[in-house]
């Protein structure tokens, strides 16, 4: 979860991301493109950036996520650190030396804000998808089903989130998503044949960061009794 959660914040930013590209978010407002792809990417912000939690309050994932690390006794120090040097106005690179990110972690924000930055709308659609939204119902979904064994009862914000991700993106965003990534390529060969490369590297960059925590895993000392 320590390392985690830096892709839980960075999913944010691949969103506000899409936000800003699909939908007009400057003064004075003008209508920008088509308007079921504004509906789309703002019914999904609405559900990431302020659902309602297990107490019934407004809150972003990202900012449940940490609840959850906090419940089950994950060290929040590096991402705490990390937030606070980004509201300081420091840079994502100078944040990672900062708060002392994790080598895999920072491979895989910089992957994000990479396409971010030089990817195409579609692309950045495709990856958010294809990465992101289409990927993580199943992973979460065998992993609630591992703490129904080994923490029965506990961790009670952490199955909360699992569960909030597996019921909005297999039901929802991840439908979402996908007629988002067609409406951007239409019919178009070039833009699809992109859209299936931005998402095939963003599998790769999950790859990879999940490599590097399971390595951090391996090299952990084991816990004293």
Request: glycine residues 8%; aromatic residues 8%; negative net charge.
């Amino acid at each position: 979860m320590e390392h985690h959660v830096f892709a839980v914040w960075d999913f944010m930013s691949l969103l506000k991301a899409l936000q800003r590209g699909l939908t007009c978010l400057d003064t004075p407002w003008l209508p920008v493109g088509e308007p079921r792809l504004s509906r789309l990417i703002n019914e999904i912000v609405l559900g990431e950036e302020s659902d309602l939690s297990d107490r019934g309050e407004a809150i972003s994932h990202f900012e449940l996520y940490l609840r959850a690390m906090r419940e089950g006794g994950a060290n929040t120090t590096r991402i705490d650190r990390f937030i606070a040097h980004l509201r300081a106005g420091h840079g994502v690179e100078a944040a990672f030396v900062e708060a002392e990110v994790p080598d895999c972690a920072r491979g895989f924000v910089r992957h994000t804000f990479q396409l971010i930055a030089e990817g195409e709308l579609h692309e950045v659609a495709s990856a958010f998808t294809y990465g992101r939204e289409d990927l993580l119902p199943g992973l979460f979904g065998v992993v609630v089903a591992q703490l129904d064994r080994e923490f029965p009862g506990q961790l009670t914000a952490l199955r909360y989130y699992l569960e909030r991700h597996i019921e909005l993106d297999g039901d929802e965003h991840g439908a979402m998503g996908c007629e988002m990534v067609a409406l951007l390529c239409g019919s178009n060969g070039v833009r699809q044949a992109e859209a299936r490369t931005a998402a095939v590297r963003a599998l790769q960059s999950r790859i990879e960061f999940w490599d590097g925590i399971a390595e951090s895993i391996v090299l952990c000392p084991e816990p004293r009794n």
